[in-house]
């Protein structure tokens, strides 16, 4: 899982990538004045098991990318499409015990129109309706695969008023790596986690979301999210950030988060029939940075308290569709995984090599323990390490490795290695 502390700054720039209301003069205009872009992308993944783990290497390489095309604003309407793809090009091993499923889910190759849209935009209000990309604290592309997370949905995005950006969105189906099923197809939002009713029957109502998101505070950015997963449960989510200067050379940035998820209604989850689900999480970050040297460094907390939903079993805080809002979300390791209390605790250092004349190169490392008071479920050390090159305006290098040390009787160790290359045109 991508480390995913989703900052005011990164949803109102690129939640819905809003167009403006301004008109061609005519339909011809706007046809002949679409826009083309999209990019190229291999990768490869490896993950190795260790300790007690028995289960083979898994690893996968594939070639892939997208294609976008969205029409110029025609009296404020424009249509825009997107097509994906992933293709082992028969580089994987035959057998499917030997293959990481994330690129292409042990298949030769993948391809979807993933998205497929009508906007509308009147002065600084924009709605969008159809297949989209779309990154919230709890829906977002996580796009550290193959084939990002994509979304069918109606959003509505209002920036009219100061310092202050509305949202209300509905998301009916997802597709993607983390939409729990086949990737290129769009799969209802209940999918991932398996709620169904107390007769078994897959909930059918999607997730419905409102957004209040401000920036009035000299400084500081405040959200706060609620979605409804209709039939299940509903999620409230709130953070708070602040950015700091300490000297010419010295920044530095405190942040807070809340997140609770409670049952709207009596559901099925995993099995079991939740009647009283509660699980709450918080937490805290902090951040300094050097400028001169490029260093900057950060500590983040998360701790949980969650109930028995069924008597027996534990509620759990929710990712939701994607990576995750948690300050602790690691390459693989979040606080989803904690069952009743939990806390998780990561220290970050990173560096931004334009401080010694190497610009586009940056290297990061996050030592993370997760503790739980019952030992069994949860008791963890994940490390990271994580390379970015951006070699020019069109071409990026990426690499991640993951080591995780599970302390629990399991002692189901493994290590996770990553890479891209990136063609953006």
């Known amino acids: ?241 602040y950015v700091g200067t300490l000297s010419n050379d010295f920044q530095f940035s405190l942040a807070a988060q809340y997140d609770q998820a409670t049952d709207s209604e009596t559901f099925n989850f995993g099995g079991n029939t939740a009647t009283d689900w509660d699980s709450k999480l918080w937490g805290l970050s902090a951040g300094l940075s050097h400028q001169p040297s490029g260093l900057s460094f950060s500590i983040a907390h998360n701790q949980t308290d969650n109930n028995l939903y069924d008597g027996t079993n534990y509620a759990q805080p929710l990712n939701g569709w994607g990576g995750g809002p948690y300050f602790t979300s690691l390459e693989d390791t979040t606080a989803e995984q904690a069952v009743k209390e939990v806390e998780a605790t990561a220290f970050t250092i990173e560096f931004d090599a334009v401080a010694i004349g190497f610009e586009g190169l940056s290297l990061g490392y996050t030592y993370a323990v997760f503790e739980a008071d019952i030992q069994s479920s949860l008791e963890l050390v994940e490390q990271n390490a994580s390379i970015t090159i951006e070699v020019n305006d069109k071409i990026s290098l990426e690499a991640a490795y993951a080591h995780v040390n599970d302390e629990t009787s399991a002692n189901q160790d493994f290590d996770q290695f990553r890479a891209f290359a990136n063609y953006t045109f």
């Open 1 to 241: 899982m991508n480390k995913a502390i989703v900052t005011l700054s990164i949803v109102t720039g690129s939640i819905f990538a809003a167009a403006t209301c301004q008109a061609g003069k005519s339909l011809q205009e706007a046809i002949t004045g679409t826009s083309f872009h999209g990019q190229v992308r291999a990768g490869y993944i490896t993950k190795n098991h260790k300790g007690a783990d028995t289960a083979e290497t898994e690893s996968a390489a594939a070639l892939g990318g997208n294609i976008i095309a969205e029409t110029a604003p025609y009296y404020g309407f424009s249509i825009g499409a997107a097509a994906y793809t992933a293709q082992t090009l028969g580089s994987n091993d035959d057998t499917a015990t030997k293959v990481h499923d994330d690129f292409t889910n042990d298949r030769p190759g993948k391809g979807l129109l993933g998205q497929a849209y009508l906007q509308y935009s009147f002065r600084e209000t924009t709605f969008k309706i159809g297949r989209q990309l779309i990154d919230t604290p709890h829906a977002d592309s996580d796009d550290i695969r193959m084939i990002p997370n994509l979304f069918e949905a109606a959003v509505l995005t209002v920036n009219d008023l100061p310092k202050t950006t509305l949202i209300l969105a509905h998301l009916s189906e997802m597709a993607g790596w983390e939409n729990g099923a086949d990737m290129e197809e769009f799969e209802n939002m209940s999918t991932k986690y398996a709620f169904t009713d107390t007769s078994g029957r897959a909930q059918g109502g999607g997730v419905t979301l409102a957004a209040v998101l401000f920036e009035g505070i000299p400084d500081t950015q405040l959200q706060a999210w609620y979605y409804l997963v209709h039939d299940a449960l509903a999620i409230f989510y709130f953070e708070a950030g």
